[in-house]
């Protein structure tokens, strides 16, 4: 018995190893993808036409959907950027989703907001009910704010395109700021190749640290907090590198609900924001893959580097873990619902590559991971495995992970040279290792439960995450105190 229960461990352990080998090559992969991409595009840059389509009558108008729920801290200057972009024609919808705090007096005192009678049309389904219908006296046609009662991210979001006019839907994150020609930039695919794409991300970074004034990042640093440093790794390698691999290979199913462009005639089609999942943004673009692919349509949803929307990270480990239970278990829910698609020839590459690979490599990645605590250090003890195995697995689950860091750091400093100075991109090098040493392990803690909670079928609502704000973030590495929030 003794020596079968070791046999079941060498071969579990060896198992794991061969898993985390599997892993990070493929992050090293996606990485090489991206850097491929990131040179492509750099070249590019110079004839990109920037100018000419700000210029152009002919360029798509877009409405940006903000919603918010208690973001008082930084909603004004959040908001303030988003109707300052250099585009040529938009308007920014704020629904104020069911709000405690003061997020609403805020922009009503800073835009001086009037009520105007509005009815909110039906073409995507909403559950909560809309209480009033605001316009900045100064300018009416630029900024909508919408107070309704609560109902989750997702319904405000429909609330939301149901009151835009424009045929581009931009959704963004109430605790963001946007780059000023952010919506040019994501906007550039559709003006490119406006028949097949349909839905287009941008990168997502980390503002903790950084200068913001008049509603603009200023001056990129990295966070004071070695907790907010490690998460600008992890954006690095999981937004940045991860998603222009995928996009290069056509197989991008996640956009930011921080950042997204879609066609608002496809999401009307399809019935909008999905309520019965919380990662709604993600659900979003795999329904859209799958509608798309049932009609047999030529299209395509890309990944674009250059526009930045920058957001406050959590910067306590239990708001930290409040997010990460809520990412993992919006990627049990939308694989789940859509299981439909996995392995299935049907959906091409989004069926047969990118679904199987969030199963095995993100849904499954935490299980693995405190598998792996336990089962090693058990093999070592009953002598399933020796001394020297050990080691070689430390060094393929934690070294070759922390490789794969150092190259996206490494990658985006040759690319964009967002961190000027040494001593970030040192800090950036140092938070790579921290995050080997304990972060990883608890992190994993969080997805798992989340996971769970998605198979137990509990309950999950948008919640509440604590705000420091940008202004708070700035006075805390000097005396300036100018800036916005998240």
């Known amino acids: 018995m003794t020596e079968a229960v070791r046999e079941i461990l060498r071969f579990t352990d060896v198992a794991i190893f061969a898993y985390f080998i599997g892993l990070n090559t493929s992050y090293l992969v996606l990485m090489v993808l991206a850097g491929l991409e990131f040179g492509k595009h750099l070249r590019r840059v110079p004839f990109a036409g920037a100018d000419d389509m700000f210029r152009s009558p002919l360029t798509l108008p877009v409405s940006v959907i903000v919603p918010a729920y208690n973001e008082g801290a930084g909603i004004v200057p959040a908001v303030t950027a988003m109707t300052a972009l250099r585009y040529p024609r938009y308007e920014v919808v704020v629904v104020d989703d069911g709000s405690t705090d003061d997020t609403f007096e805020l922009l009503r005192a800073h835009f001086d907001l009037v009520e105007v009678p509005r009815v909110v049309p039906g073409e995507v389904p909403y559950q909560s009910r809309v209480l009033s219908v605001h316009v900045a006296r100064a300018n009416p046609e630029t900024l909508t704010v919408v107070r309704k009662t609560n109902g989750g991210k997702a319904d405000a979001l ?15 994150d109430a605790d963001s700021v946007l780059d000023p020609d952010a919506l040019l930039s994501v906007a550039k695919p559709f003006a490119d190749d406006p028949l097949r794409v349909v839905a287009c991300g941008g990168v997502v970074r980390i503002a903790n640290g950084c200068k913001v004034i008049g509603g603009r990042v200023v001056d990129v640093r990295m966070p004071r907090r070695w907790l907010g440093r490690i998460q600008v790794v992890e954006y690095l390698r999981a937004f940045l590198m991860g998603r222009t691999g995928w996009s290069r290979l056509g197989g991008l199913v996640v956009i930011s609900g921080a950042f997204g462009l879609f066609r608002r005639d496809l999401l009307v089609r399809i019935g909008g924001m999905a309520h019965d999942t919380i990662g709604e943004d993600a659900e979003l673009v795999v329904r859209l893959h799958r509608h798309l692919r049932q009609l047999k349509e030529d299209y ?21 873990g409040r997010q990460r239970r809520r990412w993992h278990r919006g990627i049990a829910e939308i694989l789940r619902k859509h299981r439909g698609m996995i392995l299935n020839p049907r959906y091409g590459r989004i069926g047969l590559v990118a679904l199987p690979y969030y199963v095995v490599f993100e849904l499954l990645a935490p299980f693995v991971e405190l598998a792996a605590l336990v089962l090693l250090p058990l093999g070592l003890l009953v002598d399933a495995i020796d001394v020297a ?24 400093e040759v690319s964009f040279h967002r961190y000027p100075r040494w001593g970030d991109l040192a800090r950036g090098v140092l938070a790579a290792i921290l995050e080997n040493f304990g972060y990883r392990q608890i992190l994993a803690v969080w997805q798992v439960r989340g996971a769970l909670g ?32 998240r």
Do not use: K, Q
């Open 300 to 320: 395509r949803v890309v990944f674009v580097a250059e526009p930045v929307s920058w957001s406050e990270a959590p910067s306590s480990l239990r708001v930290l």
């Open 389 to 412: 195995f050990l080691w070689r697995f430390v060094l393929v689950a934690y070294g070759y992970g922390l490789l794969v860091s150092l190259v996206a750091l490494f990658i985006e």
């Open 158 to 172: 429909n609330v939301g395109i149901n009151l835009t006019r424009h045929p581009l839907i931009c959704m963004v």
């Open 454 to 485: 998605a198979l137990h079928g509990r309950r999950a609502e948008w919640g509440t995450m604590h705000r420091e704000g940008f202004d708070t973030v700035v006075e805390s590495r000097e005396t300036v105190g100018v800036g916005v929030d």
